[in-house]
């Protein structure tokens, strides 16, 4: 697909007709448009901080700079730092590998362990953002939810990760428990609009509830499979 305004335009335009010979002059109203996509090379760029020391000749105070709060606080600038969480929490990227890409793509040598305390400080930063949009999808009319195991680094029991999507934001919490409380505390005690979900009891108390299409057709499936004709519990 052409792109409506291409960032360089190189035209190739004869000046002379191959045959005879004579000045051509003039301009193709539609021309041939051939487009090339490509990435440019990019190279992470490092600022050096230079902290000097200095001692007064008078009184022999030794006096140092400070480097500003911002810098101080990471090898890494917040560009860098933003990729790590996309390739972590986006494109679900082992520490390892996001690692990998970084130095391959970009020249950026980072250690796995460097990624882990990146992300720590991400879900810090995040935490205020995710607070202030659950009241958003407490509001929201229809929402899908669901649930799924998860293994959280320094827990000997599993965890569960609960996902709330709906049309604008998708809300994720990783938690010790699968009982319905926490789904009651991410869509609200009272929440009253259509959820999608499996047919899992932690749902029962939602006062409207669309099961999920896959599970109903897998569990029809077994059913013409077994040769009955008697419904699941919950099917209407």
């Known amino acids: 697909m052409l792109v409506a305004q291409p960032d360089e335009i190189?035209?190739?335009?004869?000046?002379?007709?191959?045959?005879?010979?004579?000045?051509?002059?003039?301009?193709?109203?539609?021309?041939?448009?051939?487009?090339?996509?490509?990435?440019?090379?990019?190279?992470?760029?490092?600022?050096?901080?230079?902290?000097?020391?200095?001692?007064?000749?008078?009184?022999?105070?030794?006096?140092g700079?400070?480097?500003?709060?911002?810098?101080?606080?990471s090898q890494f600038g917040v560009n860098v730092m933003s990729r790590v969480g996309l390739l972590m929490g986006r494109y679900r990227l082992s520490k390892r590998q996001v690692a990998q890409v970084l130095e391959e793509c970009?020249?950026?040598?980072?250690?796995?362990?460097?990624?882990?305390?990146?992300?720590?400080?991400?879900s810090q930063a995040l935490a205020g953002p995710v607070a202030e949009l659950q009241p958003y999808v407490q509001d929201q009319s229809i929402c899908n939810v669901d649930e799924t195991s998860w293994r959280q680094a320094g827990q000997q029991r599993r965890s569960w990760l609960w996902t709330v999507v709906t049309r604008y934001v998708t809300l994720f919490q990783i938690a010790p428990s699968r009982g319905s409380q926490v789904a009651r505390e991410l869509l609200g005690e009272n929440y009253t609009g259509v959820a999608g979900t499996d047919r899992y009891s932690a749902y029962a108390w939602l006062v409207w509830r669309q099961f999920c299409w896959s599970h109903l057709l897998r569990d029809f499936q077994k059913i013409l499979e077994r040769g009955g004709d008697s419904y699941p519990i919950g099917w209407h």
């Open 65 to 73: 700079g400070e480097l500003p709060r911002d810098v101080a606080t």
């Open 106 to 122: 970009f020249g950026i040598k980072m250690a796995a362990s460097t990624v882990v305390n990146h992300q720590t400080v991400l």
């Open 10 to 63: 190189i035209v190739y335009q004869p000046v002379s007709c191959a045959r005879c010979g004579a000045l051509l002059l003039g301009k193709d109203s539609k021309p041939y448009r051939h487009q090339v996509t490509e990435l440019p090379v990019v190279k992470a760029r490092v600022v050096e901080h230079q902290v000097h020391r200095l001692t007064c000749p008078c009184c022999g105070q030794v006096n």
